[in-house]
């Protein structure tokens, strides 16, 4: 490679737009009225989601198997994924005749594992993590045998990618351009191919890459000026956790991308209940970081005010169970499911001062927990712990100034403890709500 030249070039992108054409649904973009009203922004939805297996890893897969030799494509691909790469690859293989092997972590989800071999993948369930399976793929036969398809870093990955910055610039009028395009960022694939293809043809529009701060590994490499591993911890965008960028993906996303920030996981929850609940769309929690950002209390929310925005939903694969959680994550967050602990008498009377309140505001009892053993300081109080379901912030705050009007003493609201010094008093002296540092700038 000539000194200064990327490893993917515009060109690339442009070729595999032609590559994949009739191959892969050309997603719709929509503007959403509900999303701008909250967002204080022209907020467009690209619907990746509506892809056959449900998110825009089509795209770089269907490329990547069109990019094969003829030997290659005979000796089949490999593949280490959990989720949408490899549902992807698994799809795209069985209808361009390409055997597709794919090597699934322990924690991969039975439904996704069933799927790809309903497409006719070879699936194999080996190691922990995908660090692991991937080792696995590279040293082991038949498998070290074949071409291995990197999900986020291959230059037909990110060529392929790209044309969703493409789609993007087509589907406004001539002349027009988005202010803005917040991109999901896990390997940084993504982020790089529609950085490329947007900041080609459209330099005005800044292009913005949003990770989980659980897994903030492109912001990280940006830190030490190359692709390094992050420590990282679970996080509801599972699809995001990416502990080390992609050489590639790195060099091309730094050329081109305007920016990163940061989400955190309420932001991220939030934004998949939001889309549920406004669009009637489900969006696995990677796909919605986009939208988690500019969200009000998202860290670029009060930067695109005014602005035209696009964000991607990138996948919509996300089971049942990980949907219930999410909810509930993000009803915590709205302020809607709110958790409290209350010190209260331990005789008659003592817990029907509290519901009594509850009733009178419109306060739902989801559930309740009465405690006696770890409340030390008298023996003639009691510890009730409240899940209260609210109709948001504000009622959640009249409801709680409710209580302490009434004497009740507060130990725990939301995220809130509070502290007190005499037993007996109902004086709430302090309040600590913790929360992460503010994520690193752009360098």
């Known amino acids: 490679m000539a000194a200064g030249r990327l490893p993917v070039l515009f060109e690339d992108v442009a070729i595999a737009a032609t590559r994949i054409r009739g191959g892969v649904t050309r997603t719709a973009l929509t503007h959403s009225h509900w999303l701008s009203q909250l967002c204080g922004c022209e907020v467009f939805l690209k619907h990746e989601q509506t892809m056959f297996t449900g998110s825009f890893k089509e795209r770089g897969a269907r490329n990547a198997l069109l990019s094969l030799s003829e030997e290659e494509r005979a000796r089949g691909v490999v593949a280490a994924s959990a989720g949408n790469h490899a549902l992807a690859l698994s799809w795209h293989g069985k209808q361009l005749g390409v055997p597709v092997s794919v090597l699934m972590p322990t924690v991969a989800p039975m439904a996704k594992r069933s799927k790809c071999a309903t497409f006719g993948a070879h699936i194999v369930v080996h190691g922990d993590t995908i660090g692991d399976a991937k080792l696995h793929a590279e040293t082991t036969a038949p498998f070290c045998d074949m071409t291995y398809v990197n999900g986020y870093d291959d230059v037909p990955i990110i ?29 940084a694939g993504l982020l790089a ?39 990282t911890t679970s996080t509801l965008a599972d699809g995001l956790a990416v502990p080390t960028v992609g050489a590639n993906a790195f060099e091309v996303a730094r050329a081109h991308a305007d920016d990163v920030c940061i989400v955190d996981e309420a932001d ?31 860290p670029y929310h009060d930067q ?7 964000v991607p939903l990138c996948g919509g694969n996300i089971d049942v169970t990980t949907l219930g959680r999410v909810i509930d994550r993000g009803m915590a967050a709205d302020g809607r499911l709110v ?7 331990d005789r008659s009377g003592g817990i029907a001062q509290c519901t009594e309140i509850l009733s009178r505001h419109g306060a739902s009892v989801k559930d309740v927990f009465h405690e006696r053993a770890w409340l030390q300081s008298a023996v003639d109080r009691v510890q009730i712990k409240f899940i209260l379901e609210c109709t948001g912030a504000d009622h959640s705050r009249a409801v709680r100034e409710a209580m302490i009007d009434a004497g009740v003493t507060i130990l725990v609201w939301g995220r809130e403890v509070y502290t007190r010094g005499d037993p007996n008093t109902t004086q709430l002296l302090e309040t600590t709500t913790g929360g992460p540092a503010e994520p690193a700038p752009f360098e």
């Open 304 to 310: 695109v005010r005014g602005a035209k925005v696009a």
């Open 339 to 345: 958790r409290f602990v209350a010190e209260v008498s």
């Open 268 to 298: 991220v929850a939030l934004a998949v209940l939001r889309l549920l609940e406004n669009e009637k769309v489900t969006i696995e929690g990677g796909g919605a970081t986009g939208l988690a950002a500019i969200l009000p209390g998202g």
């Open 159 to 187: 060529a392929g990618a790209g044309t969703l910055g493409l789609e993007l610039i087509e589907q406004l009028p001539e002349g027009d351009h988005f202010d803005y395009v917040m991109v999901p960022c896990g390997g």
């Open 193 to 231: 191919g529609v950085s490329l293809a947007i900041k080609t043809l459209r330099p005005q529009t800044r292009v913005v890459g949003v990770e989980p701060r659980n897994c903030a590994s492109f912001s990280h490499a940006l830190a030490v000026g190359h692709p390094d591993p992050v420590e």
